[in-house]
């Protein structure tokens, strides 16, 4: 403010400056009206916006006004500081709600949020003959929010009439644009409003601060009004590829620009860099819907733009003015295209300023971008961090997004960074009497226990934050001499882009710090669902083909020792090459050799009955083996073999353990378990399902006595609808078996089936031998190996050529 009173800034301009101001110890949000290098008052605001994404309570303080007195109160005195005070020649300013009237018309100043309140301060400004009203914006970006702002500026000219101007903040160079009112079509509006009129005559008297001054034109009738424009209300895939990326700055946004006009594309990023000396953006990509959204906002670069618009409302029409004209948005406005197309079609003064501004944000003096793929190269680095866990998929997505938007891409392997702290814990040292070392835990590992699965991902994802700044700070340093062209000064750093969306920033989740702690988060805003529409929608429109592949791709986050069997399949590892299914968590699906080999000969549409019943038999003999190995009764148990100690598990007894099938295919499974454990006790539950809707029906059920003591065994090969499954799980529950007792084996399992034991047994183990890809129209299994019961006991289908050779 100092610096501004200093200069010949408000030389015969009225002007409205927004700035944080401490009155009597306490900080209030406020707007300074100045003129003529003297300070004509200070305004705080009343209403605060402190939901959703808002914190301004956080820093400020409303103004208080007494709800029992009419009007906005009386005006305080605020003492002005020493350092302002000797360059106004001023000791004290007024300190509260009022208007400022000069020679010819009468100003005040609305406050953001203060317009979206249902009693808005303009209504009692205008009432009492306020004839412009200064609307100043710096709310973050919100989608879908653009034509409430307009329509509640037009609610209230229209109603009231009068000149309102909205100001959004912008980070770029400053333009003022200029519009030609009429103040007589406004005091023609509401003399001839008499209802409005009435209400006027009665309103409460607002506080005035005269000033020796005149806003309007000496010679009213040599000039002309402005033409009114149609404001341009942008779709919300265009608000996000311009709106985001230039104002949303941390994972809960600071500020952030709307576009209201036509052609108004934000350049936040771009100008935020030039500003901030830095040498560029540095982006984690993943090659997830998050990270690929931050890498196509960068390229809303743009070079010189503003959101002004006057809103003037007289006995005809609402207008919209401004003094620029307006072209219709670009299409190439992802990734540096516009700042590179502003540079070769500019105006000659735009271009200088562009080309002054590259050359200052690369540290090279005689840098000439060739195309925007170069320029991108040179000020944004992608970088692919890969553990143990990351799939080719993740990776060959992000290095072909990487390349299509020509960002300088790289790679690196976190994994050592892991295996250290995880050796690092394992050195922990305890200095006092308090704990029993030899008791102390210190080897983490996969699916033992929540804990130390959320330890395990957290060293992952903040270490990757870690690397995000050490990379950031040093690929400058890194790379300008071993780049092609002109060699850059080998000094500066990067700017993180953050990749969180507003559902993680407003709920949390375990692994934080990960791509939520950044210089700036382009996305802290949008939802998922809007930024899997967005890239769609940047695929088509802006030509980025590789951000389709990225929206259609199924989420993961690689944080666990996932296994990826399918489209729709991201399992994680648990006993040897077994795997959990992510849909059910107490599902273990088995994975070796002899089980992939026995499998592809029972899928095999080509395989005899004869050959299918012997395949089957195997297969069963494995899985009964596996199933009764993760029985709750088999426990860890140190063995004396000839040589020597050993360390094995105990062997369940067989009288403890009930096997059940679902006749009839589970009749095959039981047998198996019975060569196993010939001593257990068996039962049987017959369910027959609708072939047309899928339902399940009870028929008959035997079960022996005391099973509720017993550990079940539920078998049946196939895991479908998870129907018939469910009904036997009730059948047994009824008879008092508790779900944790209960194991379910199947040979082949589909996600439906499997959600639904999740939802409705979650505490049924289900140990499977394949997880398939989802359920047909006729609720068969896909692949799947058609019916097993009528394959194995040949009684449908080879007769008539849906499976075998010859008939059978």
């Given amino acids: 403010m100092a610096d501004i009173l200093r200069s010949d800034v408000t030389d ?37 916006a402190n939901d959703g994404n808002y914190r301004e309570m956080r820093w400020f303080t409303p103004w208080y006004i007494d709800p029992s007195k009419a009007g906005f109160g009386e005006l305080e005195e605020y003492f002005l500081p020493r350092e302002i005070g000797e360059i106004t020649g001023q000791a004290k300013v007024p300190f509260g709600v009022f208007a400022v009237s000069t020679k010819d018309t009468c100003l005040a100043t609305e406050t953001c949020e203060e317009l979206f309140t249902p009693d808005a301060p303009h209504i009692k400004l205008a009432l009492d003959g306020v004839e412009i009203i200064a609307n100043g914006s710096g709310s973050h970006h919100q989608l879908r929010k653009l034509d409430k ?10 109603k009231s009439g009068g000149v309102m101007r909205l100001k959004w903040l912008l980070l770029g160079a400053t333009r003022t644009p200029v519009a030609t009112v009429n103040l007589n079509d406004v005091r023609s509006m509401r003399s001839n409003f008499i209802a409005r009129s009435f209400q006027a005559s009665s309103t409460p008297t607002v506080q005035r601060v005269e000033v020796d001054f005149c806003c309007c034109h000496a010679e009213p009738l040599t000039i002309a009004e402005s033409q009114p424009i149609e404001p341009k209300i942008v779709g919300p895939m265009e608000e996000i590829a311009y709106g985001p990326s230039a104002w949303q700055f941390g994972p809960t946004a600071a500020a952030a620009a709307a576009v209201v006009r036509a052609g108004d594309s934000p350049r936040g990023l771009w100008d935020y860099l030039r500003r901030s000396g830095q040498r560029g953006y540095f982006l984690p990509l993943s090659g997830g819907a998050d990270s690929s959204s931050t890498a196509a906002q960068p390229g809303s670069f743009v070079p010189d733009t503003s959101t002004d618009i006057i809103i003037h409302h007289d006995q005809k029409t609402t207008s919209f003015h401004s003094s620029h004209s307006v072209d219709p948005p670009n299409k190439s406005g992802m990734k540096c295209q516009r700042v590179f197309q502003e540079l070769t079609e500019g105006t000659e003064r735009s271009k200088k300023a562009v080309l002054a501004d590259i050359r200052k944000v690369t540290k090279r003096p005689f840098y000439t971008p060739a195309s925007w793929q170069d320029l991108c190269g040179k000020i944004f680095v992608t970088c692919y961090m890969a ?118 920033a407003l709920r949390g989740y375990y692994t934080k710090y990960d791509c939520s702690a950044a210089d700036v988060n382009p996305i802290g805003g949008i939802n998922k669902r809007d930024l899997k529409a967005f890239l769609k929608w940047a695929a088509k429109e802006r030509g980025i083909g590789e951000l389709e592949r990225v929206a259609n791709a199924v989420p993961t986050a690689e944080l666990r020792p996932d296994k990826v069997l399918g489209s729709n399949v991201h399992p994680v590892r648990c006993h040897g090459g077994s795997f959990y299914a ?38 069963m003999s494995i899985l009964a083996e596996e199933g009764i190995a993760r029985l709750p009764s088999v426990k860890p148990q140190v063995l004396q073999s000839p040589c020597g100690p050993y360390n094995g598990l105990a062997v369940p007894d067989g009288h403890q353990l009930c096997a059940v099938d679902i006749v009839r295919s589970g009749g095959i499974l039981l047998e198996a378990v019975r060569k196993v454990l010939p001593e257990l006790k068996t039962a049987k539950i017959l369910i027959q399902r609708d072939e047309e809707t899928a339902l399940p029906q009870l028929f008959y059920s035997k079960l022996p006595d005391g099973i509720e003591k017993l550990q079940v065994m539920l078998c049946d090969p196939m895991l479908g609808t998870g129907g018939s499954a469910l009904c036997a799980i009730d059948v047994l529950k009824k008879a008092g078996v508790k779900e944790e007792n209960i194991l379910f084996i199947n040979v082949v399992s589909c996600p439906e089936g499997l959600k639904a034991l999740a939802q409705r047994a979650p505490k049924v183990k289900i140990v499977t031998c394949a997880l398939d890809s989802h359920l047909n129209e006729k609720f068969f299994i896909v692949p799947g190996v058609g019916d097993f019961g009528d394959r194995y006991y040949g009684t449908s289908g080879y007769a008539e050529g849906l499976w075998g050779q010859n008939g059978r």
């Fill in 149 to 158: 702002r307009i329509d509640l500026v037009r609610g209230a000219t229209s």
């Fill in 387 to 504: 553990s143990e866990h990351s799939g080719s998929e993740t990776r060959n997505r992000a290095a072909n997004l990487a390349k299509q938007i020509g960002a300088n891409h790289t790679s690196i392997a976190i994994r050592p960074i892991t295996d250290a702290i995880v050796k690092v814990f394992q050195q922990c040292n305890f200095e006092g009497t308090k704990i029993d070392k030899s008791k102390v835990k210190s080897d983490a590992v996969w699916n033992a226990s929540g804990t130390e699965d959320i330890a395990l991902q957290n060293i992952q994802a903040r270490s990757r934050m870690v690397m995000a700044y050490f990379m950031a700070q040093l690929m400058p340093w890194a790379t300008d001499q071993a780049m092609q062209g002109d060699a850059g000064p080998g000094w500066g750093s990067l700017l993180v882009l953050g990749s969180a969306n507003v559902d993680e």
């Fill in 582 to 619: 992510k849909e059910n968590e107490r599902a273990e699906v088995l994975s070796s050799p002899a089980i992939a080999l026995l499998m592809s000969i029972i899928r095999d549409q080509r395989t005899s009955q004869v050959e299918f019943v012997r395949t089957a038999d195997r297969l």
């Fill in 12 to 48: 015969d301009i009225l002007c409205d400056i927004g700035m944080p101001v401490m009155h009597r110890n306490v900080p209030y949000n406020c707007r300074v009206w100045v003129v003529n290098r003297k300070i004509v008052g200070i305004r705080p605001k009343i209403y605060l």
